[in-house]
């Protein structure tokens, strides 16, 4: 693929200091983002649930996002050219609000799930420029890192939502107002660094699918990291509790993969600016090809279980940043913008289609099953990882 460039003497001038404030915006910006949405799904299961609504419509009334975000990423390179990448992020985050803050003022089903559809068009684009500015805003000895404590700051905004959650145990809709809030807040981070938002030339972007099918290996890892941890966050407190555990405990497992989707990020991020990001996708490709069977292997062991739930979060999250990383390294401009929305498509995607797939592997093998979806897409990943070859042994890093 034709590599396109950014306003490089632009992006050249900027002092590490500066890069250091933009990439410190951006993380916190995507936390209080990742807040919002981390607890607006069980918010809206329990209202519905209190409304007495049918099971599929609630599930319709959440899936309705990221629909809204699959139909959006693939244009959002044309409205970062268009609005600017800076503006465009702080516009649509705005745009995004209504969608959240107007929830309460209705019980209809039918306007939850044009609400959450708005929501999740708006929601596209800084999501997309985020990742794509986060990139540009490195260095490329940094890049691995940088990515990392953006992939950390994404996991824990998803690991607090629910918590921030039970302190509105009785008072529900103020939950909304709480996390509409937030998501107004992460637009003000934005607003000292947007003088220093790159600028894309105008040049048309690559195809969209022509992204994914040139870039196996990044797109099979994004689908291997959204199938894994979706499979897990769903069923693994279903697994725990078949085989004798509290609800309790179930949840503390969930949390301990959460925990290592935040803290492994950094130390993973620093071994691919060490070793090769190539190199470093293929060792979590092989843990989370072998942590599901170990973990079938040692059951409900929590001596055993705890570290290896930890261990195989963290790699399986890893391989988002990582991804993302490589792009970085690959490309640029609208190009880099365009890639960082197939990415965005591809893992709303595989969230989509990965929770339903795991719970027919669920069904045929109870209460492991699902874990062979994983499996599965870690298999691809890691022949795939194994047998393409490494774009940083055939030409040399862009300066």
Same mark, same amino acid.
Request: net charge positive.
């Given at each position: +693929?034709?590599?396109?460039?950014?306003? %490089?003497?632009? %992006? $050249?001038?900027?002092?590490?200091?500066?890069?250091?404030?933009?990439?410190?915006?951006?993380?916190?910006?995507?936390?209080?983002?990742?807040?919002?949405?981390?607890?607006?799904?069980?918010?809206?299961?329990?209202?519905?649930? *209190? &409304?007495?609504?049918?099971?599929?419509?609630?599930?319709?009334?959440?899936?309705?996002?990221?629909?809204?975000?699959?139909?959006?990423?693939?244009?959002?390179?044309?409205?970062?050219?268009?609005?600017?990448?800076?503006?465009? +992020?702080?516009?649509?985050?705005?745009?995004?609000?209504?969608?959240?803050?107007?929830?309460?003022?209705?019980?209809?089903?039918?306007?939850?799930?044009?609400?959450?559809?708005?929501?999740?068009?708006?929601?596209?684009?800084?999501?997309?420029?985020?990742?794509?500015?986060?990139?540009?805003?490195?260095?490329?000895?940094?890049?691995?890192?940088?990515?990392?404590?953006?992939?950390?700051?994404?996991?824990?905004?998803?690991?607090?939502?629910?918590?921030?959650?039970? @302190?509105?145990? %009785?008072?529900?809709?103020? $939950?909304?107002?709480?996390?509409?809030?937030?998501?107004?807040?992460?637009?003000?981070?934005?607003?000292?660094?947007?003088?220093?938002?790159?600028?894309?030339?105008?040049?048309? $972007?690559?195809?969209?699918?022509?992204?994914?099918?040139?870039?196996?290996?990044?797109?099979?890892?994004?689908?291997?990291?959204?199938?894994?941890?979706?499979?897990?966050?769903? &069923?693994?407190?279903?697994?725990?509790?078949?085989?004798?555990?509290?609800?309790?405990?179930?949840? !503390?497992?969930?949390?301990?993969?959460?925990?290592?989707?935040?803290?492994?990020?950094?130390?993973? *991020? +620093?071994?691919?600016?060490?070793?090769?990001?190539?190199?470093?996708?293929?060792?979590?490709?092989?843990?989370?090809?072998?942590?599901?069977?170990?973990?079938?292997?040692?059951? !409900?062991?929590?001596?055993?279980?705890?570290?290896?739930?930890?261990?195989?979060?963290?790699?399986?999250?890893?391989?988002?940043?990582?991804?993302?990383?490589?792009?970085?390294?690959?490309?640029?401009?609208?190009?880099?913008?365009?890639?960082?929305?197939?990415?965005?498509?591809?893992?709303?995607?595989?969230?989509?289609?990965?929770?339903?797939?795991?719970? $027919?592997? @669920?069904?045929?093998?109870?209460?492991?099953?699902? +874990?062979? !979806?994983?499996?599965?897409?870690?298999? !691809?990943?890691?022949?795939?990882?194994?047998?393409?070859?490494?774009?940083?042994?055939?030409?040399?890093?862009?300066?």
């Amino acid at each position: +693929m034709a590599e396109t460039t950014v306003n %490089n003497s632009e %992006n $050249a001038a900027l002092t590490d200091g500066q890069r250091r404030v933009i990439i410190t915006a951006l993380c916190i910006s995507v936390f209080m983002v990742g807040v919002s949405l981390g607890g607006i799904v069980p918010w809206i299961s329990l209202k519905q649930d *209190g &409304f007495g609504t049918n099971e599929v419509i609630i599930g319709i009334i959440v899936a309705a996002q990221p629909l809204g975000i699959m139909l959006v990423a693939p244009l959002v390179s044309r409205i970062g050219l268009g609005f600017g990448l800076g503006t465009a +992020m702080v516009v649509f985050s705005a745009l995004s609000l209504p969608g959240l803050a107007l929830l309460p003022f209705t019980d209809s089903s039918g306007w939850w799930i044009f609400l959450r559809l708005i929501s999740g068009l708006a929601t596209a684009v800084p999501w997309v420029l985020g990742e794509t500015w986060i990139n540009l805003a490195t260095k490329p000895k940094w890049r691995a890192r940088t990515t990392a404590i953006y992939g950390a700051a994404i996991a824990g905004g998803f690991a607090l939502g629910p918590l921030m959650l039970t @302190l509105f145990e %009785n008072r529900l809709d103020m $939950a909304i107002a709480a996390f509409t809030l937030l998501s107004l807040l992460s637009i003000l981070p934005l607003l000292p660094v947007l003088r220093f938002a790159p600028r894309f030339p105008r040049e048309k $972007a690559p195809p969209f699918l022509s992204v994914v099918f040139t870039m196996p290996v990044v797109f099979c890892a994004v689908i291997l990291a959204a199938i894994a941890d979706m499979a897990f966050a769903t &069923f693994l407190p279903i697994w725990s509790t078949s085989q004798g555990l509290s609800l309790v405990l179930a949840m !503390v497992l969930v949390s301990c993969m959460m925990i290592g989707n935040v803290i492994l990020q950094f130390p993973i *991020g +620093m071994l691919a600016d060490r070793i090769g990001l190539r190199q470093t996708m293929r060792i979590c490709g092989l843990v989370s090809l072998i942590g599901p069977v170990l973990i079938i292997g040692v059951g !409900v062991n929590l001596v055993l279980l705890v570290p290896l739930l930890f261990v195989y979060g963290g790699a399986v999250w890893a391989l988002y940043s990582l991804a993302l990383a490589d792009l970085g390294h690959r490309l640029t401009g609208s190009a880099l913008a365009a890639a960082n929305g197939a990415v965005v498509f591809v893992y709303t995607a595989a969230n989509v289609v990965g929770p339903p797939a795991s719970g $027919a592997g @669920l069904g045929l093998w109870s209460p492991h099953g699902f +874990m062979l !979806v994983a499996l599965g897409a870690a298999l !691809v990943f890691v022949i795939l990882a194994f047998t393409r070859p490494d774009p940083a042994q055939q030409s040399p890093t862009k300066p």
